[in-house]
């Protein structure tokens, strides 16, 4: 079972202790905003860097093909 992008970032959270509205803040948006990406998972790419940068981490998005090129 794979994890969505919101599952992932909220387990982040947890881990860093980090309320919504502490990674609202660092991630420079109001926490309404944040939750409201949070139960669609509704993020662009450009989102995802954003949040990744708040929670400290990186972030890799690849596109594998059949014969196993990466994009």
């Given at each position: 079972?794979?994890?969505?992008?919101a599952?992932?970032?909220?387990?982040?959270?947890?881990?860093?202790?980090?309320?919504?509205?502490?990674?609202?803040?660092a991630?420079?948006?109001?926490?309404?905003?944040?939750?409201?990406k949070m139960?669609?998972?509704?993020?662009?790419?450009?989102?995802?860097?954003?949040?990744?940068?708040?929670?400290?981490?990186?972030?890799?998005?690849?596109?594998?093909f059949?014969?196993?090129?990466?994009?």
């Amino acid at each position: 079972m794979e994890l969505s992008v919101a599952e992932k970032i909220r387990l982040i959270m947890k881990r860093k202790n980090m309320s919504m509205s502490d990674l609202a803040s660092a991630s420079g948006q109001t926490r309404q905003n944040l939750s409201n990406k949070m139960t669609r998972g509704n993020f662009s790419e450009k989102d995802i860097k954003l949040l990744a940068e708040a929670l400290s981490c990186k972030v890799k998005i690849i596109f594998e093909f059949p014969d196993g090129d990466e994009i």
